[in-house]
């Protein structure tokens, strides 16, 4: 344990000062090697078996289709189509790239594919009808997270994949959840909306005009954006039924997210080139291989506490130090709230749920819901510093400075996320209905 505790500050340390994740990892891997008694070759073989697993190669190609989508036109036929329903809403333009980014998310399982598609468009919009610029970024830069949360997530795949869970019960347990982040930001979008200018309050792209005629171009209008959204939408509900009709697996459903998304971008919507393309593939490839890299050497890291039996000490001091479920639900979520704020969240998971599940188990939770708790929390690490990485692309794509993103992002995280996990974490059927209801 004394190692454990030393190599997580070695790791922390590494961080801290800027090194590259692949070589903090590295470095907390060699400390352990040197120090635990480790079989080196026997710890390579077993990583190089665990990077063949099909399960792994649904986050490449899901991490491929979420750039597809921002670049392909799919994202802004997305916008169109949720404008038509409530653009004319109060607090329209703030529900519209909250949807969006949930949907999106059912799409490539990515925070960060909502920020790049939504941001650009509808946070200029959201300007120009009175938002501040940092409230307009920190709404759409928050509700990315949606991307974590609502199937087919990353996190929830790489949970799956180092636990043994089902992949397709860990999706359903935050589905729920994720409705309710839905809920509680539109809410706070409200509110802020209600106290604006009321010339600010209108939805965007909204014609003008009086009489018949313009109420039949509007109605036209209308029409046509719901047909050219429509082979956009259709990816979503062509994997998710996929997936739970039984017809592909996660990672089958992730290429075909991918194949998809080409053809609408190529020949529907014909915003994709060769040259755009090729580009979108050369900076997708160098990002998968660093992220593999680093998940590889991640993963022995985290194998060598699993050969040093550190979760079952780790669960021996804890249970030593109170039997009370509720207080080690609090102190499990108060270190993976630290994780999140120090790695990504795939990194978290890898690192920790071998750790944590032992004593989840011993507690007598089901591993999806802690699928659910772990994939929430760790997503909000996402937007706080100073890991953050979604916060910071988000502060680049609304051009605001850090000063003024943080203040209202950690208020939407703290009044419409934090009581979204509590919730997640104490109420047991908030992540586990629909996962009991369909047989997981």
């Given at each position: 344990m004394i190692l454990f505790i030393i190599d997580i500050v070695i790791l922390v340390l590494l961080l801290m000062i800027g090194i590259p994740l692949p070589f903090v990892f590295g470095g907390g891997l060699i400390v352990m090697v040197l120090f635990g008694d480790i079989n080196v070759l026997g710890l390579m073989i077993w990583g190089f078996n665990q990077m063949l697993s099909p399960v792994l190669l649904a986050s490449p190609f899901f991490m491929l289709t979420g750039t597809l989508i921002a670049e392909s036109g799919i994202a802004e036929k997305l916008m169109d189509l949720a404008n038509v329903f409530i653009g004319k809403a109060r607090s329209g333009l703030g529900i519209i790239s909250i949807l969006t980014c949930g949907i999106l998310g059912a799409i490539s399982g990515s925070c960060f594919t909502g920020v790049a598609a939504v941001g650009p468009v509808l946070i200029p919009e959201m300007v120009?009808?009175?938002?501040?610029r940092g409230f307009a970024s920190a709404l759409v830069t928050c509700a990315s997270v949606l991307g974590a949360l609502i199937p087919p997530s990353i996190p929830i795949i790489i949970y799956g994949w180092?636990?043994?869970?089902s992949v397709l019960g860990s999706f359903l347990s935050t589905v729920v959840p994720g409705l309710l982040v839905i809920i509680t930001f539109s809410t706070i979008n409200y509110?802020?909306?209600k106290k604006l200018p009321a010339e600010t309050e209108d939805g965007f792209m909204s014609a003008q005009g009086n009489g018949a005629t313009v109420a039949s171009l509007k109605l036209n209008s209308k029409l046509f954006t719901i047909v050219k959204a429509i082979?956009?939408?259709?990816?979503?509900?062509?994997?998710?039924?996929?997936i739970y009709g039984g017809i592909f697996t996660p990672t089958e459903a992730a290429a075909v997210a991918g194949a998809l998304?080409?053809?609408?971008?190529?020949?529907?919507?014909r915003q994709l080139t060769p040259k755009k393309t090729y580009k979108i593939f050369k900076s997708s490839s160098i990002s998968i291989g660093a992220i593999m890299v680093m998940m590889m050497l991640c993963l022995m890291l985290s194998q060598t506490f699993v050969m040093l039996k550190i979760p079952q000490q780790l669960v021996k001091i804890i249970m030593g130090?109170?039997?009370?479920?509720?207080?080690?639900?609090?102190?499990?979520?108060?270190f993976l709230t630290f994780m999140g704020m120090i790695v990504n969240d795939s990194t978290a998971i890898i690192l920790t749920a071998p750790l944590l599940l032992p004593l989840i188990i011993e507690l007598g939770m089901s591993p999806i819901q802690f699928a659910a708790i772990m994939t929430i929390n760790l997503a909000a690490g996402s937007l706080t510093p100073p890991y953050a990485s979604v916060l910071y692309f988000g502060m680049k794509i609304g051009d605001v400075k850090f000063d003024e993103i943080i203040g209202p992002a950690m208020k939407i995280l703290l009044i419409g996320y934090v009581p979204v996990l509590i919730l997640t974490t104490f109420i047991e059927p908030i992540s586990m209905f629909l996962p009991t209801l369909l047989g997981y």
């Open positions: 120009k009808r009175g938002y501040e180092v636990t043994g869970t509110i802020y909306v082979p956009g939408i259709l990816i979503p509900v062509i994997i998710l039924g996929g998304a080409l053809f609408v971008g190529f020949f529907i919507y130090l109170t039997s009370n479920k509720f207080v080690i639900l609090i102190l499990i979520n108060i």
